[in-house]
């Protein structure tokens, strides 16, 4: 307590040259080693009810890859250049008080994600306690809670040592990980026969042909855009704009992807399993063919977690105010004590309302990033003032009007609006114009309009201006 | 806590002069961006509208 960071990988202080030193093989890893976690089964098993085997899997890995677009543009060249992660990237386009708005959004999203995570492992290992006669059915739900709580102490026991273990396990998460989702889907396909599984029906496609790929290409974006806290948190480390496109497109879009399939084919093959491949597996060949997929659950799980924890950490230590008064250590536990409220009060209504919090992102990043991408690459020409970026007090570079950038703020309304108006993030009735346009690609357009309009227009106090 | 804060601020005016002091990364430009645009742009939409057909 009472000290503030003095080391710019725990902490709010730029990264010095020698702590960027995670070359394009690290980057990739650790990308991969985030972005490979059961979110994957869940996300698949939306698209599985829009599309079929072919066209899901096309879709899933193009959207994705699509999506990744938008998020490397909004924040690798600025993490790189500059050193910045999520948080700090945005004074320039909120002001020096309104980026505390992302340290909010950054701790919410990467939490909401790793209690996802801890709860779909509490399940997994409560669904096998069970099926291996160690605990009965009516303690399922108290086994499920237990579970979930001894993965994220796990979680926390590793990352809170430090952010290194991320670039020391990486290579290994990753690698297990990409392997058993690898055996999954082959034990899936080599059980269910591509014949069936070709011919398998999507259990909820509105007979629509257009609107159900572009749901399901909506869904990818929103993935992929889920990833803007996480992306500058690891791309500061490395040196080269230009050397992170491949590890950050492959390993976040590309891995991601990939084991999504799992979640589409089981979703697929077993219409009601919403994507986990375990309690079909145990069902078609036992425990023995079921321990490979929950192998990867929790070693893909905790790994994720990690990276998740570690973000939501390090956006709170942005705010020097905050980084004073906790230690790494302490802002971890934060991180980790929030998880655990969720976990143990609200788990079943929060895993029910996954679809809606995923589409959530997309109405929320789509905008971000857009905004990001006018001011960094339009309006200010890829220079940013380092000062003002570290600078809190009146009068620094990014401080507008008292410390909020109004036209930042409006632009991405704008944005959210376009959203709203395309899709309903949480019953999913659409505009009849969203079959055409996804509502992502809209809203994240309208605010890049807006922005570099009023940029033009506006008085200089309320953001940035040009000419 | 003021030495805390002093420790802060030295601690930030070093780096930042190392920041400033050190070449940054040249702008990311758009002939940079040809992988990123072939993996992220052009192969994405060609599997899109191939897909649309399977």
Known sequence: MDEISTSGTE??????????????????????????????????????????????????????LAGMFLVFLATVPMATRYGLEAVRSTRPVFGTRGSLFTVALTFLFTIGWGTTLMI?????????????????????????????????????????????????????????????GVMVIIVIVAKVGWGALLEAKPSAASGNKLLDYTTAIELMLATAL????????????????????????????????????????????????????????????????????????????????MVGTY???????????????????????????TVAVVIVFLAEPFYANFGTFLTLSAVVFGPLCGLQIADYFIIRKQRLDLD????????????????????????MGVGIVVYFLLLDPVTFASAPVFAFTTATLPSTLATVVVYVLLARLQPKAFGPVVH | MSTLKEQYAEELNARLAEWQAGSLEPPFRFADMRTLHAVTLALPVIALILGWFL
């Open chain 1, 11 to 64: 902490g709010s202080l730029p990264l010095l040259s020698h702590e960027r030193n995670w070359s394009p093989k690290a980057l990739f890893f650790s990308s991969a080693q985030a972005a490979v976690a059961t979110w994957c089964f869940i996300i698949g098993g939306y698209v599985a009810f829009y599309l079929p085997a072919a066209q899901g899997s096309v879709v899933m890995i193009a959207a994705m």
């Open chain 1, 120 to 180: 779909f492992s509490g399940k997994s290992a409560a669904l096998l306690l069970v099926t291996l006669g160690v605990v009965s059915e009516a303690n399922e739900p108290v086994a499920q809670t237990v579970s979930s709580l001894i993965c994220l102490l796990v979680v926390w026991a590793l990352i809170s040592r430090g952010p290194g273990i991320l670039r020391r396990v990486g290579v290994i998460v990753a690698c297990s990980v990409l392997a058993l």
């Open chain 1, 226 to 305: 889920s990833w803007w806290p996480y992306v500058g948190g690891m791309t500061r480390f490395s040196k080269s704009t230009k050397k992170s496109v491949l590890p950050v497109t492959l390993g976040l879009g590309l891995a991601l992807a990939v084991i999504c399939l799992i979640g589409l084919y089981t979703g697929l093959v077993f219409p009601d399993s919403g994507g986990d491949p375990l309690p079909g597996l145990l069902e078609i060949g036992g425990v023995w063919l079921a321990l490979p997929a929950f192998a990867f659950i929790i070693v893909a799980n905790v790994g994720t977690a």
């Open chain 1, 311 to 337: 973000t939501a950490a390090l956006s709170l230590k942005q705010q020097p105010a905050i980084d004073a008064r906790l230690s790494w250590r302490g802002s971890t536990t934060v991180a980790g004590l």
């Open chain 1, 388 to 411: 003002g970026l570290y600078n809190d007090g009146a009068g620094s570079a990014y401080w507008y009007w008292k410390g909020l950038n109004v036209t930042g703020f409006v632009s």
